[in-house]
T-cell receptor, first 109, second 114 residues
Framework: QKEVEQDPGPLSVPEGAIVSLNCTYSNSAFQYFMWYRQYSRKGPELLMYTYSSGNKEDGRFTAQVDKSSKYISLFIRDSQPSDSATYLCAMSRGQNFVFGPGTRLSVLP | GAVVSQHPSWVICKSGTSVKIECRSLDFQATTMFWYRQFPKQSLMLMATSNEGSKATYEQGVEKDKFLINHASLTLSTLTVTSAHPEDSSFYIC??????????FGQGTRLTVV
């Protein structure tokens, strides 16, 4: 079993839709949970960072962590074409930093 | 968020030459930095973990004599691709670990070996 698994893409949604991106992990020692957005030919950009179970909201983005189920999600409300990118979940403990493979999202106008 | 600067953003070099890529954390000290390689439409592939003042830890299958990593200070790590060949052409990305929690990424370097 891979340490971090992420729902396969690509995912295409119409503009304005609610998008749900998900990851599961196997190592219960992970302490910190992140979501990154990567546009083509750019470095990943940190979107959300959490360290506890529950929800964290930032504008149209909500990160959800369920440590008991080892499951994290990113919700995007009112999706825009500019949200089209690859989204990567990541988690860490100390120097152990692991990425999911990424989900490619396309928001169609 | 914290800023990581990677330089150059793109480079073209001749086959057989060496290329150095720099990764700097501009507003924080990073004991740990990571180097990744990414092919088009594929996910990030971790090449090595760089720790300040010690030898880098390379992932399986990555040639440490070909991809030289130096983390000489808490704000700078370098990746040198030695004797580059066309198959080394790729997108190389560094990241720096902030307070051992989240990582911040450089802009990436597109290397083309001709």
């Amino acid at each position: 079993q891979k340490e971090v698994e992420q729902d396969p893409g690509p995912l295409s949604v119409p503009e304005g839709a609610i998008v749900s991106l998900n990851c599961t992990y196997s190592n219960s020692a992970f302490q910190y949970f992140m979501w990154y957005r990567q546009y083509s030919r750019k470095g990943p950009e940190l979107l959300m960072y959490t360290y506890s179970s529950g929800n964290k909201e930032d504008g149209r983005f909500t990160a959800q962590v369920d440590k008991s189920s080892k499951y994290i999600s990113l919700f995007i409300r009112d999706s825009q074409p500019s949200d089209s990118a690859t989204y990567l979940c990541a988690m860490s403990r100390g120097q152990n930093f692991v990425f999911g493979p990424g989900t490619r999202l396309s928001v169609l106008p | 968020g914290a800023v990581v600067s990677q330089h150059p953003s793109w480079v073209i070099c001749k086959s057989g030459t060496s290329v150095k890529i720099e990764c700097r954390s501009l507003d924080f000290q990073a004991t740990t930095m990571f180097w990744y390689r990414q092919f088009p439409k594929q996910s990030l592939m971790l090449m090595a973990t760089s720790n300040e003042g010690s030898k880098a830890t390379y992932e399986q299958g990555v040639e440490k004599d070909k991809f030289l990593i130096n983390h000489a200070s808490l704000t700078l790590s370098t990746l040198t691709v030695t004797s580059a060949h066309p198959e080394d052409s790729s997108f190389y990305i560094c990241s720096a670990l902030f307070k051992n929690t989240e990582a911040f990424f450089g802009q990436g370097t597109r290397l083309t070996v001709v």
